[in-house]
């Protein structure tokens, strides 16, 4: 069974671009989480989708959003980028209910210059 | 606040010793809870999971855990450490109410020494 994709794996922006990022979860997950890693931060929860509606949201401003489509693959967007939204952003997918395993996907590495 | 310490910010073991890193949440419920490990520059494996049932889990890679409700602790072991197990552990936390959002500590970087 394949694994949690994430696309691209490597991106470079700049101040003020817009960006998105793709993860396609393992297949038959419904459950897609968002986190942000960063070495001052740590992991941290961007947000959860599950059956195309979020479902929980963590600390961050609106320029981060997201989506999800029928086929449970999940979309991330950062508007007017920052310098400081450099960082790995990893997708988590799962079946859905809590407490099932997460598994991640490789993350895809955003520098913002 | 929910939150998750990983006390150890850095563990250097020799080869063939054992390991313990320790994990301690602080959380008004029951929690579910993971832990990881990530090599550089790569996304994060799981390691094992307690959800309910037996407070003591197997998990892949011969590390096991035990979760402590008294002492609110998730510690993971190995009894005997190989070089390949050098990377970052994370330990990582979740409620029910709160789906599947995880609050992870900061980590614990393991170095091993032959």
């Known amino acids: 069974k394949a694994g949690v994709t994430q696309t691209p794996r490597y991106l470079i922006k700049t101040r003020g671009q817009q960006v998105t990022l793709s993860c396609s979860p393992i297949?038959?997950?419904?459950?897609v989480s968002w986190y942000q890693q960063t070495p001052g931060q740590g992991l941290q929860f961007l947000f959860e989708?599950?059956?195309?509606?979020?479902?929980n949201k963590g600390n961050f401003p609106g320029r981060f959003s997201g989506r999800q489509f029928s086929n449970s693959r999940s979309e991330m967007n950062v508007s007017t980028l920052e310098l400081g939204d450099s960082a790995l952003y990893l997708c988590a997918s799962s079946f859905g209910p809590p407490g099932n395993e997460q598994f991640f996907g490789p993350g895809t590495r955003l520098t913002v210059l | 606040a929910q939150s998750v310490t990983q006390p150890d910010i850095h563990i250097t073991v020799s080869e063939g010793a054992s390991l313990e890193l320790r994990c301690n949440y602080s959380y008004g419920a029951t929690p579910y809870l993971f832990w990881y490990v990530q090599s550089p520059g790569q996304g994060l494996q799981l390691l094992l999971k307690y959800f309910s049932g037996d407070t003591l889990v197997q998990g892949i890679k011969g590390f096991e855990a035990e979760f402590k409700r008294s002492q609110s602790s998730f510690n993971l072991r190995k009894p005997s450490v190989h070089w390949s197990d050098a990377a970052e552990y994370f330990c990582a936390v979740g409620v029910m109410e709160y789906g599947n959002k995880l609050v992870f500590g900061a980590g614990t970087i393991l170095r091993v020494k032959s």
């Open positions: 297949s038959g997950h419904r459950s």
């Open positions: 989708y599950f059956s195309e509606t979020q479902r």
